[in-house]
């Protein structure tokens, strides 16, 4: 069935006609796209409609630095307070969740506010101004072990436990009120009253007296990652996300639970995997180097890449962590969250780096390294340097992602060998303040320096990573580079970059990433992965940005998020007043060019472009 998509704009995202004022589909694929007169010829008889209504269509989102599995598994486990209002809020859930979970099993929340850095949101913003304490934990679930948690990456950080999960850890008046760099909260009579601040995060946490706790708690299971999975794609979809690049933190069971998505028929996001070799989903307990290895041989014999909805491409390597718990593998002594001074923390040795290096060239595997600031790089490099002569390693296509503090001469080198550049606002935004305190803020210049990336001919690509979760607020922080504490702008020279540059980040540039044609642009011949948006991202205000609603999300052609503000009618026969959108600055900018009609080869209009023509024709 053919769909003429049409009364609003179409920002097509492709150099060779930018704007639309109408599309045909056709199946899973667009047909072409043109003027609306065009488009009705293209379409014939009977085909199906889809009226704008003066929103905006656009190429579905991609993400390369999502994590939709890990956070809606962890989410799906945990009694959701993450909106919690007051302790009467909390205490219901709570209490639902004991009613249906046998007595002595564990009662695990999420924390209070926003993820994952609780900045414009957090328990402080509780009516109450803080957590419920033991009192109010032990009247709503007596029977149960119970625990508020706190989510990575804040240190220092708060958490709350009843009586009965105190107990089952062994933490009883006869400990301290300091036990390494965990503050335990006494009542007057000396007894635990629930309450522990510190270094209380569940992840990336270096403290051993919090981690022999949590090594006591229930992680995820394999049904937790497959729920993940499910629910992880739909909360995307309804986002606007059509692809992820989930190369972070990625065990063989999160892996599984993609592919048995995809088996199942149930897949409703385009993903891209690649196998971590040092799993960090163990409370930074660590990975041996032999189990490296094994993993090394995991990724090359799981790599599958034909498939349309999921592949499984390369190895990644982590070797440090954030910079909250004092893990920032930095060139210089920084401070830890207590002010004692570090040079952070590595999870894996440099032989192992260069161990995966060896391995990715000898096997023609894909290499996607996650790096956080300067030592991480300056190591990469020298690891690298004894392979530069005897393999042509700008043709590898390799990923570096994170590069939260990168030089500019890190930055050349990296385009110069191919690499394609990944980060996250969610970096500058969430921690900027942090890296100025820690760091100092001469470092500042070196922080997620966007511009500086894409100007150097790299394939700069973006992600969501730690929040805020909605693409279109990173897209406003490429402009404005805000730090989510002060509000400071960090726009210093190579910062900032243009709507457009953002936007091709987010589309365009993820599928050159991803090595996935067919993606990533409205443009004939390429999957019909659509966004329907209540308004233009490349013309609205900055401010307007993050307040964009999805309106409707289709993969394939295929529905899998709909508000139902808009829906399909099958005809086109169109009253006049519907026949022309409003034409913003950016078309008129763009001139006649950006309403051209393109064909693709089964187009039946009489104007068409030679299917020749239109293969040669590549996304700026």
């Not at 440090?320 to 893990?327: I, R």
């Not at 390693?393 to 990168?406: A, E, F, T, V």
């Amino acid at each position: 069935m053919r769909t003429v998509i049409h009364g609003g704009e179409i920002l097509t995202l492709d150099a060779a006609s930018p704007m639309a004022e109408a599309m045909v589909i056709d199946g899973d694929t667009i047909l072409a796209t043109g003027d609306l007169g065009s488009m009705l010829t293209v379409a014939g008889q009977g085909a199906e409609r889809l009226d704008l209504r003066g929103s905006t269509a656009m190429p579905g989102i991609i993400d390369t630095h999502p994590h939709f599995l890990h956070f809606a598994a962890v989410v799906g486990m945990s009694v959701d307070i993450l909106d919690a209002k007051n302790h009467d809020d909390i205490a219901q859930r709570i209490r639902e969740r004991a009613r249906t979970v046998p007595a002595g099993e564990w009662i695990i929340t999420t924390p209070v506010g926003e993820p994952h850095y609780f900045t414009r949101r957090s328990w402080r913003d509780l009516a109450e101004g803080r957590l419920p304490n033991r009192t109010l934990l032990d009247v709503i679930a007596p029977n149960h072990p119970v625990m508020i948690a706190a989510w990575g990456p804040r240190i220092p950080n708060v958490c709350a436990m009843n009586t009965v999960a105190m107990r089952r850890l062994g933490i009883t008046a006869s400990l301290p009120s300091r036990v390494s760099d965990v503050w335990i909260e006494k009542e007057p009579d000396g007894e635990p009253s629930g309450i522990f601040r510190g270094s209380v995060t569940n992840y990336y946490n270096p403290d051993p007296f919090w981690l022999s706790l949590m090594v006591n708690l229930p992680m995820p299971t394999v049904d937790d990652w497959n729920r993940g999975a499910r629910l992880g794609q739909l909360i995307a979809n309804s986002r606007g996300v059509t692809a992820g690049y989930e190369g972070h933190v990625m065990a063989p069971e999160h892996i599984e639970a993609y592919r048995l998505m995809r088996e199942a028929g149930e897949s409703t996001l385009r993903v891209m995997s690649s196998l971590e070799a040092a799993q960090s989903f163990d409370y930074g307990l660590g990975t041996s180097e032999e189990d490296c290895r094994s993993n090394f041989a995991l990724a090359l014999r799981s790599r599958s890449v034909q498939d349309d909805l999921f592949r499984i491409n390369g190895l990644t390597l982590s070797r440090g962590g954030p910079c909250w718990p004092g893990f920032l593998r930095a060139d210089k002594t920084i401070r830890d969250p207590y002010g004692r001074a570090t040079r952070g923390h590595t999870f894996v040795p440099q032989n192992i780096e260069r161990e995966a290096i060896e391995f990715c060239l000898k096997n023609d595997l894909r290499l996607n390294i996650v790096q956080g600031a300067y030592q991480d790089h300056r190591e990469f490099l020298e690891s690298l340097a004894p392979f530069l002569s005897s393999y042509d390693i700008p043709s590898k296509g390799w990923i570096m992602q994170h590069n939260i503090l990168i030089s500019p001469e890190t930055i050349r080198r990296y385009a110069e060998l191919g690499f394609h550049l990944s980060t996250s606002m969610s970096f500058s935004w969430g921690k900027g303040d942090l890296y100025a305190e820690r760091i100092g803020r001469d470092c500042l210049s070196d922080l997620i320096p966007l511009g500086r990336m894409m100007d150097s001919g790299a394939n700069v690509t973006l992600g969501s990573d730690w929040g805020p979760a909605r693409p279109f607020e990173h897209i406003a922080f490429a402009e404005t580079h805000e730090f989510a504490g002060s509000g400071h702008r960090n726009l210093q020279p190579g910062m900032a970059v243009s709507r457009l540059q953002a936007l091709k980040a987010w589309t365009s540039s993820g599928a050159t990433l991803m090595n996935w044609s067919g993606i990533g642009a409205l443009r004939a011949g390429y999957k019909a992965d659509i966004a329907v948006v209540d308004r233009n991202p490349l013309t609205c205000d900055n401010d307007a940005l993050p307040k964009i609603r999805v309106l409707k999300t289709l993969l394939n052609g295929r529905e899998v998020y709909d508000t139902g503000d808009l829906s399909l009618v099958a005809k086109v026969d169109l009253p006049e007043e519907r026949r022309s959108p409003r034409v913003d600055t950016f078309a008129r900018a763009a001139g006649p060019a950006a309403w051209k009609h393109i064909c693709g080869p089964a187009c039946s209009h009489s104007g068409r472009a030679s299917a020749g023509s239109m293969s040669s024709q590549e996304v700026q």
